[in-house]
């Protein structure tokens, strides 16, 4: 289904559509970064304006994946950086016994194939949870742009501060903890782009989210099926509301927020 047009606030028909809507940054079909919404804290946007213009050729737009397919694969040889325009993203490694285990999902906004940088080859995969789309930055144009390697260093540092948040999310003893802890961060990401922090999509499967966290599948949906029981969420197949925040970050146990979770979005969660 195409995601409508972002506006500045949306409607009550807008969230009442929510769950049948995509999570999209751009105006339609955006075809320049100056024709999206995100072009303020877009990666692509900043390397536009670092090189005075001249990466307008270089980042290309609307490069779609429909479901479950594939956006390079371990062992590729890598060719760009992927910016996740609308849908979601799961980066998994392949185990020898041909199971995979889940190290990452990635939402609007965020840059994949950063790990490959400097290596002849991917070490991981990425797959689309969804129709998604992405702006997509060669690396032959970060050659040709040396003005934008501090803006590298600062992505760069981005994915590490990601790889410790995973790894003390992990290592929490407590499944409960786990995942409240996730569905925290997912809450706290759609809240930074400035959609419903309070209701949205599992893009990912059960067992998916139990590979990303060392959890059982069976295990993830005892614990949903509890916090739905206790009052702190309700669950309709994937789609989820958080309705006691603070007993959540608790949960979590993350420092309760100063203020509601849920913020006027700009438009709908994800289908």
């Known amino acids: 289904m195409t995601a409508p047009m972002l506006t500045s606030r949306a409607s009550a028909a807008d969230r009442r559509s929510a769950s049948t809507q995509t999570l999209h940054f751009t105006r339609g079909s955006a075809s320049s970064c100056s024709d999206c919404v995100a072009c303020e804290s877009c990666v692509g946007a900043r390397l536009t304006a670092l090189t005075d213009g001249q990466a307008v050729g270089l980042v290309r737009h609307n490069h779609t994946l429909g479901l479950r397919e594939h956006l390079f694969r371990e062992g590729d040889s890598p060719e760009a950086l992927y910016i996740v325009k609308s849908g979601a993203v799961k980066l998994y490694l392949s185990s020898e016994d041909g199971g995979e285990q889940v190290v990452a999902f990635y939402m609007p906004g965020e840059v994949l194939g950063l790990d490959a940088l400097g290596m002849s080859a991917h070490r991981s995969s990425a797959i689309a949870l969804e129709r998604a789309s992405f702006c997509v930055i060669p690396l032959t144009s970060l050659e040709r742009a040396p003005q934008c390697h501090r803006l590298l260093y600062q992505l760069l540092s981005r994915e590490l501060v990601r790889d410790h948040h995973t790894i003390e999310l992990i290592t929490k003893k407590d ?22 922090a309070s209701h ?53 146990g993350y420092q309760a927020s100063p203020c509601e979770p849920e913020h006027r979005a700009r438009a709908g969660a994800f289908s």
């Not at 903890?177 to 569905?183: C, E, H, P, Q, T």
């Not at 067992?207 to 099926?225: F, K, Q």
């Open 200 to 252: 949205f999509n599992l893009s990912m499967k059960r067992n998916e989210i139990g590979s990303y966290l060392g959890l059982a599948v069976e295990t993830v949906s005892r614990i949903l099926t509890r916090f739905q029981d206790e009052g702190l969420l309700r669950v309709q197949r994937r789609q989820v509301q958080i309705v006691n925040f603070g007993a959540l970050e608790k949960l979590a």
């Open 175 to 196: 499944a409960e903890a786990k995942i409240a802890s996730f569905l925290v961060d997912l809450s706290r990401r759609f809240r930074a782009r400035g959609y419903s």
